[in-house]
């Protein structure tokens, strides 16, 4: 299980401090999908980082599996927004990246980031330089290059932000799938309402000024939810309504 | 399609490519070349070639000097104290920005050494050198690595600490130790920087060949210079000047040629990316 202990972040900038997060206290079940969801500077990002030990608290603990994590954790694996593939490595070499960081040895290192590019379908493309991949293709060897080192915890900050609307929602459904399969625990950072509905167990709702957790809700829909039209289930419209009066979307709109 | 008509049709598109290339890039500063080329021949008619000699006596200087092995062993000289002289400068000058960029105590000491030697103009050590090393092989070798260091060292520093965040952030999250971080993240992330360092680095070498051949002791292309000065010999000074930029240019492109052959990411980020 991995718990999060009234985590605070206050960034503090020349002459004001801004409180990005408040004492936000969760706990995230094994194998469970969990979203964080939001607008932008609600922190949801911090805190995702903070869960991963890139960023470090102003207070508060993370757990997990009952032990403090220091710095960064290696049962963990981020997938982030921008990708961040290195432009100078072949695709394969970028997943290797994490395994090199395990010391894992450069043959074994070389057969897990098949594997892993397998998993989403790109072991073909493995020889290739990373920038004459689409978009979407970078963003799933992120996701390789996180499965890569066989995590138990997931992280996804945003990962399919800067994808187009029918690639995004491809990869959402490969993400499904991939979860399905794997049932790893992921805790999954996204500011579209229908993105965190279609994948999630869970759904921590996430306000801003300052950035807090202002509701958990369960996501009681029938999985998997690829194989029927899950937008258009009562349970998941009336879900919808219901996050977007606590996010106050509409009242936002209104002014 | 068959495979000869996919050739024929590549084989006709190269073509029209290659004349499209030819009149709207390479035509009109062509033109403008044979201009001048004619306008410097023509001035020879009526003024002296003492002067400004002419193209022709220019190549038939050229000619002959390359017949008698002059220029060969001229070029012979200054290359290899030129190449020599730039591979140390050029690894110093690594190093130094390396450990400079990786251990803040490193450039907090160096760095008032490195502006101060970079805003001098090293010429002005010559003098010094010669006390130091003697007239020698030794004296211009010495100046050309310490006219070519600063460059690539400020811009390898500049590389190092200008790594994007992101690549930070993935060497942090799948947690590279500190030196994986330099080798596998800082390092390749600061080759276009060390690149461009490189860059002016070589054509600095070039001058630095050139002057010490001239301040130190007559040999090479820069004595070649001098003599036929000194001797009023236009032809064969426009010949040796024209060499010595043919060495330039060819250098300036063997550096692109590495960064395309072994650095490819480099362009295609800037093409790709913002």
């Known amino acids: 299980m991995l718990e999060i202990l009234e985590v605070s972040k206050t960034f503090e900038a020349r002459d004001r401090r801004v409180m990005a997060l408040q004492d936000v206290s969760l706990s995230v079940r094994d194998g469970e999908f969990l979203s964080l969801l939001g607008p932008s500077g609600c922190g949801k990002t911090t805190l995702l980082r903070i869960i991963d030990g890139l960023t470090e608290a102003t207070s508060g603990r993370i757990v997990f599996d009952g032990i403090e994590l220091q710095g960064v954790s290696r049962d963990m694996a981020f997938v982030f927004q921008d990708i961040n593939l290195l432009p100078w490595r072949s695709v394969v070499e970028n997943v290797e990246v994490g395994l090199e960081g395990r010391g894992v040895p450069r043959p074994a290192r070389r057969r897990r980031a098949l594997e892993a590019l397998e998993l989403v379908g790109l072991e073909s493309v493995a020889n290739a330089p990373p920038y004459t991949l689409s978009g979407g293709m970078q ?26 609307n029918f690639t995004r929602e491809n990869l959402q459904v490969e993400v499904a799938r991939l979860w399905e399969r794997l049932k790893m625990t992921v805790v999954f950072v996204t500011h579209d309402v229908d993105e965190a509905l279609f994948l999630s167990d869970r759904i921590a709702l996430f306000r801003t000024n300052p950035g807090r957790m202002s509701q958990l809700i369960a996501v009681n829909l029938k999985r998997p939810r690829w194989e029927y039209n899950v937008r258009a289930d009562p349970e998941y419209i009336r879900m919808r309504e219901v996050i977007m009066d606590e996010l106050e979307v509409r009242k936002l709109q209104m002014v | 399609m068959s495979v000869a008509e996919v050739g024929r049709r590549r084989a006709t598109e190269w073509a029209a490519r290659s004349l499209q290339w030819l009149r709207t890039t390479a035509l009109p500063p062509l033109l403008l070349v044979i201009v001048i080329l004619g306008a410097w021949q023509a001035s020879g008619l009526f003024l002296d070639p003492l002067l400004i000699s002419t193209p022709t006596s220019v190549l038939t200087e050229l000619a002959s000097m390359s017949t008698q092995g002059q220029i060969w062993l001229a070029l012979l000289t200054s290359l290899e104290e030129m190449f020599i002289g730039l591979s140390i400068g050029l690894v110093c000058g690594i190093v ?4 400079m960029g990786r251990y803040w105590i490193v450039e907090t000491i160096l760095s008032p050494y490195v502006n101060f030697f970079n805003a001098t103009p090293l010429v002005v050590t010559i003098p010094l ?45 799948f947690g590279l130790s500190e030196a994986q971080m330099l080798r596998e993240i800082s390092i390749p992330a600061a080759v276009p920087y060390i690149l461009a360092g490189v860059r002016v680095s070589v054509g600095l070498a070039i001058i630095g060949m050139i002057i010490s051949e001239i301040e130190v002791s007559m040999v090479g292309l820069g004595f070649l210079l001098t003599s036929f000065g000194n001797s009023f010999q236009t032809g064969k000074l426009f010949a040796v000047i024209l060499v010595t930029s043919v060495l330039g240019v ?21 093409a790709s990316q913002r």
């Open chain 2, 129 to 173: 050198l010669v006390i130091w090393v003697g007239i020698s092989t030794q004296a211009r070798l010495l100046f050309v690595v310490l006219i070519t260091i600063w460059p690539v060292l400020l811009n390898t520093l500049a590389g190092v600490k200008n790594v994007s965040q992101g690549y930070i952030d993935v060497g942090r999250a």
């Open chain 1, 139 to 164: 963003q799933r060897v992120g996701v390789a290059r996180a499965l890569a080192v066989d995590p138990k915890v997931l992280l996804m900050d945003e990962p399919f932000g800067h994808l187009d």
């Open chain 2, 96 to 99: 130094l920005g390396l450990l």
């Open chain 2, 250 to 270: 060819l250098s300036a492109a063997i550096v692109r040629l590495v960064e395309k052959r072994w650095f490819r990411w480099i362009g295609e980020l800037s």
